[in-house]
Nanobody
Protein backbone atom coordinates (compact mmCIF):
# COMPACT_ATOMS: atom_id res chain seq x y z
CA UNK A 1 0.00 0.00 0.00
CA UNK A 2 1.22 3.49 -0.80
CA UNK A 3 0.76 6.28 1.70
CA UNK A 4 0.58 9.97 0.95
CA UNK A 5 0.82 12.55 3.70
CA UNK A 6 -0.20 16.15 3.27
CA UNK A 7 -1.50 19.14 5.17
CA UNK A 8 1.70 20.58 6.62
CA UNK A 9 2.45 24.26 6.66
CA UNK A 10 3.46 27.27 8.70
CA UNK A 11 1.44 28.04 11.81
CA UNK A 12 1.91 30.29 14.81
CA UNK A 13 2.45 28.89 18.28
CA UNK A 14 -0.88 28.06 19.87
CA UNK A 15 -2.46 27.38 16.51
CA UNK A 16 -3.90 24.22 14.98
CA UNK A 17 -3.27 22.12 11.92
CA UNK A 18 -4.64 18.88 10.50
CA UNK A 19 -2.49 16.39 8.68
CA UNK A 20 -3.89 13.68 6.42
CA UNK A 21 -2.45 10.35 5.36
CA UNK A 22 -4.23 8.70 2.46
CA UNK A 23 -3.72 5.05 1.61
CA UNK A 24 -3.83 3.86 -2.00
CA UNK A 25 -6.20 1.03 -1.12
CA UNK A 26 -8.22 -0.22 1.84
CA UNK A 27 -5.83 -1.27 4.60
CA UNK A 28 -6.19 -4.74 6.03
CA UNK A 29 -8.29 -4.89 9.17
CA UNK A 30 -5.19 -5.76 11.22
CA UNK A 31 -3.31 -2.68 10.01
CA UNK A 32 -1.95 -0.14 12.44
CA UNK A 33 -1.47 3.39 11.15
CA UNK A 34 0.99 5.74 12.82
CA UNK A 35 2.48 9.19 12.68
CA UNK A 36 6.14 9.84 13.39
CA UNK A 37 8.12 13.04 13.16
CA UNK A 38 11.69 14.06 12.58
CA UNK A 39 12.82 17.44 13.87
CA UNK A 40 15.96 19.11 12.52
CA UNK A 41 19.01 17.45 14.00
CA UNK A 42 16.99 14.91 15.95
CA UNK A 43 16.06 11.27 15.65
CA UNK A 44 12.71 10.22 14.26
CA UNK A 45 10.19 9.91 17.07
CA UNK A 46 6.78 8.38 17.55
CA UNK A 47 3.77 10.71 17.69
CA UNK A 48 0.53 8.70 17.57
CA UNK A 49 -1.00 5.51 16.24
CA UNK A 50 -4.39 3.91 15.70
CA UNK A 51 -5.69 0.53 14.71
CA UNK A 52 -7.45 0.62 11.38
CA UNK A 53 -10.40 -1.54 12.40
CA UNK A 54 -11.19 -0.33 15.91
CA UNK A 55 -10.83 2.61 18.22
CA UNK A 56 -7.53 1.86 19.85
CA UNK A 57 -4.94 4.61 19.97
CA UNK A 58 -1.64 5.52 21.57
CA UNK A 59 0.16 8.84 21.91
CA UNK A 60 3.60 10.09 22.77
CA UNK A 61 3.63 11.87 26.13
CA UNK A 62 4.79 15.05 24.43
CA UNK A 63 1.56 15.35 22.42
CA UNK A 64 -1.06 13.86 24.74
CA UNK A 65 -3.98 16.21 25.21
CA UNK A 66 -2.96 18.31 22.19
CA UNK A 67 -2.95 15.90 19.26
CA UNK A 68 -5.71 13.53 18.19
CA UNK A 69 -5.42 10.73 15.68
CA UNK A 70 -8.54 9.67 13.83
CA UNK A 71 -9.50 7.82 10.68
CA UNK A 72 -12.06 7.81 7.91
CA UNK A 73 -12.40 4.21 6.78
CA UNK A 74 -14.42 5.14 3.72
CA UNK A 75 -11.64 7.43 2.48
CA UNK A 76 -8.75 5.14 3.52
CA UNK A 77 -7.40 8.15 5.39
CA UNK A 78 -5.90 8.77 8.81
CA UNK A 79 -5.76 12.25 10.28
CA UNK A 80 -3.61 13.92 12.87
CA UNK A 81 -5.37 16.88 14.43
CA UNK A 82 -2.80 19.07 16.13
CA UNK A 83 -3.78 21.83 18.53
CA UNK A 84 -1.90 24.14 20.91
CA UNK A 85 1.12 23.79 18.69
CA UNK A 86 4.53 24.68 20.07
CA UNK A 87 7.74 25.62 18.27
CA UNK A 88 9.18 22.28 19.40
CA UNK A 89 6.52 20.53 17.30
CA UNK A 90 8.33 21.77 14.20
CA UNK A 91 9.30 18.69 12.20
CA UNK A 92 8.71 16.64 9.11
CA UNK A 93 5.73 14.44 9.91
CA UNK A 94 5.59 11.00 8.35
CA UNK A 95 2.81 8.45 8.27
CA UNK A 96 3.41 4.73 8.31
CA UNK A 97 1.55 1.45 8.37
CA UNK A 98 2.35 -1.89 9.90
CA UNK A 99 0.79 -4.80 11.72
CA UNK A 100 2.09 -4.26 15.24
CA UNK A 101 0.51 -1.97 17.84
CA UNK A 102 3.91 -0.45 18.42
CA UNK A 103 5.60 2.88 19.00
CA UNK A 104 8.80 1.64 17.38
CA UNK A 105 9.47 2.77 13.84
CA UNK A 106 11.15 -0.59 13.22
CA UNK A 107 7.72 -2.24 13.25
CA UNK A 108 6.39 -0.22 10.32
CA UNK A 109 6.98 -1.39 6.77
CA UNK A 110 5.20 1.20 4.66
CA UNK A 111 6.10 4.85 4.85
CA UNK A 112 4.68 7.87 3.12
CA UNK A 113 6.68 10.93 2.20
CA UNK A 114 6.87 13.56 4.89
CA UNK A 115 4.98 16.79 5.23
CA UNK A 116 6.69 19.73 6.91
CA UNK A 117 5.10 21.46 9.88
CA UNK A 118 6.72 24.70 11.03
CA UNK A 119 5.52 26.38 14.22
CA UNK A 120 6.68 29.94 14.68
CA UNK A 121 7.04 31.54 18.10
Amino acid sequence: VQLQAFGGGLVQAGGSLRLSCAASRRPYSSTVMAWFRRAPGKEREFVALTRWSRDSTSYADSVKGRFTISRDNAKYTVYLNMASLKPEDTAVYLCASGSQFSQSSNDYVNWGQGTLVTVSS
